[in-house]
């Protein structure tokens, strides 16, 4: 039987993300869905972020010990349990602690295979515009870390972190302050009803 699916993409430039019902009750019968095979990362656009909006999920994410600490990103690694693994943020209860601003780009933008919205023809400006909205984050992204790199500045210095997120905040403001013009091209949301066949356990693609 086919199942009705909503899907809203929401276009909030930098912080944009596409929201599924089917996560409330994901094929997957889990209680984790994709969430149980993902460790989130953090870049420089996630950091700017949290420091202007929410500081303290920073200061909550650097008091984690399961991180992965490179020059300009955090990995929250997920922790073993049952078949898969468990994120940091996730609730078996609720889902993701975080809001959708909160998150990095995968767990914003991620929607699973089984849905395969971007073979839609009516979504075809959605997939542009997520597809431009990724290369141009991991552009900005890579340009805010060298230029970083260059003022010898690593997150991996604790004593210098503090000097490196200001740095960084700046370098953002000043990288974004013109708007890159895609951004302009999809509404500020749109919900669209997609009808997809399911399957159920692992079954249900990731
Ligand atoms: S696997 Fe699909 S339906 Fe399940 S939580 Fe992830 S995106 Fe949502
Ligand atoms: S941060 Fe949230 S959306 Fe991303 S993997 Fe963890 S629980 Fe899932």
């Known amino acids: 039987m086919l199942k009705k699916l909503e899907l809203t993409f929401h276009n909030q430039g930098l912080r944009s993300y596409i929201e599924l019902d089917l996560c409330t009750?994901?094929?997957?019968?889990?209680?984790?869905?994709?969430?149980?095979?993902y460790s989130p990362v953090f870049y420089p656009c996630d950091f700017a972020y949290l420091l202007q909006y929410k500081p303290e999920v920073l200061d909550y994410i650097f008091s984690l010990d399961n991180l992965t600490i490179l020059d300009a990103s955090v990995t929250v690694n997920s922790r073993p349990e049952g078949q898969s693994y468990r994120c940091s943020f996730h609730s078996n209860t609720g889902g993701c602690l975080l809001p959708q601003a909160l998150r990095e780009s995968v767990c914003r933008h991620f929607v699973c295979p089984g849905v395969a919205w971007e073979k839609e023809d009516k979504l075809a400006h959605w997939k542009d515009f997520f597809t431009a909205l990724a290369d141009y984050e991991i552009e900005l992204n890579n340009r805010i870390a060298g230029i970083l790199k260059e003022k010898g500045l690593s997150l991996r210095e604790e004593k210098r972190r503090e000097e490196f997120l200001a740095e960084l905040l700046i370098l953002f403001e000043q990288e974004t302050a013109i708007t890159a013009p895609f951004l302009a091209e999809c509404p500020p949301w749109e919900k669209h009803t997609l009808f997809r066949e399911l399957q159920y356990g692992t079954d249900w693609p990731l």
Not at 26 to 34: E, T
């Open 25 to 37: 009750e994901c094929p997957r019968q889990d209680d984790k869905g994709c969430c149980g095979y």
